[in-house]
């Protein structure tokens, strides 16, 4: 966090600088992941290079209940010339049988530009915009602190891009970044933050298209009873909050059996930008209304729900 920003005057130096970085008629792809730092910089790019400009939605079959409609709908809506690359089975090929967190992470990394530099192609881009900030490159090492993470917007890319980057919020933390979004009129001003990796690194160990599933759907329970909750003010609607899915199963009662079930660990923190964060301190009666929901919607799957008290440092925000 810095002191005083300005949020118009950075719109209108962000804008000039896209504008000078890529001169007419060159024209410039960016992988648009409906979260708030690529929204606003795909805005951005969008008002000050127009159709030169191509947003590209991949759905790599990891994101969220309805985000690739909710997605559309938002780029449609800021008038951004985007496409939607569709390559679930192209991801969930690739990580077959990999259940180690970096490596998960480096080939999304590189699935993500290989499809994308398809379309790279087909458009003629040899720019390209990322919507990277300041949190992904000094937690990814830039050789005076160790690597953390090799955050998916630096360590995931390889050597032979071949087109020029241009990161117009490069400077910037996640909180001016909402002020910016919020000036600009973007919807995905208020939405939490949601990782490069996505669902994929809150599904530990190896990622298949059935436990996405269970991820995707226990993700989507805390969202929403969390949402409730604080609209309804009875807590403070934390700063990002979701599932993870354990790899290992435990024992349950189902009917009058033992079964076998997965757990799910509900994560929830405040944090002004991601570089520390505490767990929230959600209510019980909050936790036990996530809890029986997903215990109850998948009743086969999952019979445990704990939830993480632990706090950044020492934990991280994400499970993997
Ligand atoms: P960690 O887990 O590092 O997370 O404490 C801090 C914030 O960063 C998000 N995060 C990522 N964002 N690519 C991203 O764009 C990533 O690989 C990545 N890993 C973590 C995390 O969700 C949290 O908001």
Redesign the pocket.
Known sequence: MTGFFDEEEFINEAVELVQNSIPAPAKAIIACSGGVDSMVTATIASKAIGDRLLAVYVDNGLMRKDETDEVEAMMKNMGINYKIARAADEYFEALKGVEEPEQK?KIIGEKFIRVFERYAKEFGATYLLQGTIA??WI?SGDGTRDT??S???VGGLPKDLGMTLCEPLRDLYKDEVRQVARALGVEASERQ?????ALA?RCLGEVTPEKIAIVREACFIVEDEIMKASKADEIVRPW?YFAVLLPSKSVGVQGDRRAYGYTIAVRAVDSVD?MT?TFSRLTLDVLNRISVRITDSMKSQVNRVVYDITS?PPA???WE
Do not use: L, S
């Not at 933050?193 to 990796?197: A, I, Q, R, V, Y």
């Open positions: 992470r949190p992904d937690e953390i993470k955050h998916h917007n933050p949601f990782p490069g990796p690194i990002q991601g964060a950044k991280t925000v994400e």
